[in-house]
Structures are given as structure tokens and as C-alpha cells.
Nanobody, 115 residues
Framework: QVQLVESGGGLVQPGGSLRLSCIAS????????MGWYRQAPGKQRELVAS???????NYADSVAGRFTIVRENRKNTVYLQMNSLKPEDTAVYYC?????????WGQGTQVTVSS
């Protein structure tokens, strides 16, 4: 079993920045990928960004160029640096980790972008 704990959400004005962190703990297994999803009210959960164990990132078109995902394998930690935030980025952000076909999820952290 893998536990994921997120931190770093909050309220920020448009154009501002936030950094989310997620620490994985539990079984000593290799995580194939780690990443972030988000879910806004009334919408489906969507991929924001993910990074494989070799460090190669993948971004949703809506955040490319504004968000940066970084993974520290030794610490089983993944960060999401979010810059130039927009009101449409408002959502609950969930940390995700994949081991082969099994998905693990964090409890979610709220990000609100509003003036």
C-alpha cells in the first residue's frame, strides 16, 4: 500500500504562484509515475501533469508553460510549481502515483484563484 500526502494549496490572486508538494510513503516499491490531477466543481477529474521515474514530464495543454512538475526519487516526492495562475485553475488538486496498473490517490488540496 502507498500513502500520498499533499500540501501547499490555498488562495491566490490571478497571476500569482503556488507550489504543491506530495510525499509518498508505505511499501518500498518503485513508483512508475507520479503526478497531479485536478477536479473543479461539476467537472471530471483531469490530468494536470505527470512525471515518470526517468524524470520525463507530461503536461496538459492548459498548463504547459505555466506549471512545472519535478520529482525527487530519493525522497519519493513530487512538486508542482504553478505560476501565472488563472481563475480557471481553481480546483481540488490530487496527487497520483502509479505502480504498473494500480493508482494511488492523495486526499486532495484546494487551490483557489480569485481576486
Amino acid at each position: 500500500q502507498v500513502q500520498l500526502v499533499e500540501s501547499g494549496g490555498g488562495l491566490v490572486q490571478p497571476g500569482g504562484s503556488l507550489r504543491l508538494s506530495c510525499i509518498a510513503s508505505g511499501r518500498s516499491i518503485s513508483l512508475d509515475s507520479m503526478g497531479w490531477y485536478r477536479q473543479a466543481p461539476g467537472k471530471q477529474r483531469e490530468l494536470v501533469a505527470s512525471v515518470r521515474s526517468d524524470g520525463s514530464p507530461n503536461y496538459a495543454d492548459s498548463v504547459a508553460g505555466r506549471f512545472t512538475i519535478v520529482r525527487e526519487n530519493r525522497k519519493n516526492t513530487v512538486y508542482l510549481q504553478m505560476n501565472s495562475l488563472k481563475p480557471e485553475d481553481t480546483a481540488v488538486y490530487y496527487c497520483n502515483a502509479k505502480v504498473i496498473v494500480i493508482n494511488y490517490w492523495g486526499q486532495g488540496t484546494q487551490v483557489t484563484v480569485s481576486s
